[in-house]
C-alpha cells in the first residue's frame, strides 16, 4: 500500500454544552481530519484528538500540525507500507507527539481494513458486536444540578455515570449523588487535580462505593499513586499517565493502579493500544476506552477498539447527539439502552458527510508526494 496524499481538514465544531474539567472548560473542538489517499484512490480517515490548548497533555492543535506536516506525513509517503503496525515504527525517531502519531496511523489502519473489505474491528481481532457505553458528566455548578443530569443519563440507559470533581466539587456532590442513586455504576475522574496532601478528602471518596476514581494524581506520575492506592479501597484507574505499553507494565509492576483507561490518541495510536490491551489482558488488568470529546470519526475508531475482549468495562464513547447538533459522519453513533451497536461495513463502519465536513472546516492543507519530496 502507497500513501499518495494526505488532506490534512481543519475543523472547528461547537460542543452543544460546555464541558467542565478540573483544569477548563471546553466550548468548542478544534482538530483535524486526516483523508489518505492510496494508489488506488481508496481513501482512510482519522482525526487527531489534541485541544487547542495543552491542558490535558503538551500536545495542541498547532502542534498536531507541525508535527504531522514536517515529519510524520513525509515518512509516510517516502515509501509502501504493508500493514499499518508498521506504521508507529516509522514513526519511532520521532519523540513522543502521540496524538499527531495516532491521528495518521488511525487513517492507515481505516485505509488498510478497506482495501481488504473488512471492517475494522475484525482486522483488529475484536469480538464483540455490540459495546456497553458510560458517560462523563462535567463539573456542575451544584449537587442538584449535578444529579438532574445523572437521571438524565439514567434514563437515556447509560451503563456507567463518570463525574469530573476537583477539589471544593468532590465529596459532598457524589454523596448527595449516591443518596439519589445507591445502585449506578458511578466513577470519579480528578484529571490530576490532587496531590498526597489530600488524603483525607481521596480517602472519604471509598465511602461511596466508586468503581474507580481515574487519574487523581499528577499527570506524569505513577509513585505517588502507588501510594494512594496501597491506602485506598476504590480502585485507581490511570489516564493521563499511561502513554505506552512500558509505562502500563511499570505502572502495573509498581501497583499504581488497578484499571487502565486507553486512549487511542494519548498511547500513540491503535497498535499500541493492541498492545496496552494484551498486555492488560495477561496481566488480569481491566481496561475501558476513554474519550477526547472526538467527532464521529475518532469515536467510530475507539469503537472498533472497544470490541477487544479485555474492554470489560464500559467507555465513554457516548452517541454523537450527546456532543454534536450534527455530527459529521452517517449514520451518527447511537447509544441505545447503553450499547452501540457495532458497524459490519468495511473500515470504521461510518461513512463521512462531506457537506457537512466542509461545513466546520476552517482549513485545508494537502501534502503530496510532489509538493512534499520534489
Ligand atoms: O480525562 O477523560 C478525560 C474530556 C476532555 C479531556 C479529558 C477527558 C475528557 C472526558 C470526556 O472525560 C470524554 C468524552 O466524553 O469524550
Ligand atoms: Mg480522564
Known sequence: MSVRKVILHHMVMTLKNPFTTSFGTFLDK?????????ETGASGFGESVA???P???????ETNKHIMGQFLIPLLLESPIEHPDEVSIRFKPIRRNNMAKSALENAVWDLYAKRNNNPLYKELGGVKQQIDVGISIGIQPTAKDLVHVIEEFVNEGYKRMK??????????????VRRHFPDILLMADANSAYTLDDLDTLKKLDELNLMMIEQPLAHDDIIDHAKLQSVLATPICLDESIHSIEDARKAIELG??????????????????????DYCSQQGIAVWCGGMLESGIGRAHNIALTTLPQFILPGDT???????????????????????????????GYDVNR???????????VFSKKNILA
Open 318 to 348: 457516548a452517541s454523537s447527539s450527546r456532543y454534536w447538533e450534527k455530527d459529521i459522519i452517517e449514520p451518527e453513533v447511537f447509544v441505545e439502552k447503553g450499547v452501540i451497536h457495532v458497524p459490519n461495513k468495511p473500515g470504521i
Open 51 to 53: 485541544f487547542s490548548s
Open 30 to 38: 478544534e482538530f483535524f481530519v486526516i483523508e489518505m489517499e492510496d
Open 163 to 176: 463525574v469530573k470533581i476537583k477539589p471544593g466539587a468532590d465529596y459532598e456532590m457524589l454523596k448527595e
Open 355 to 365: 457537506q457537512v465536513l466542509e461545513s466546520f472546516r476552517v482549513d485545508k492543507t
Open 256 to 277: 499504581s493502579c488497578k484499571i487502565i483507561n486507553i486512549k487511542i490518541g494519548r498511547v500513540g495510536g491503535i497498535t499500541e493500544s493492541k498492545k496496552i490491551h
Open 55 to 61: 491542558w490535558y497533555s503538551e500536545e495542541t492543535v
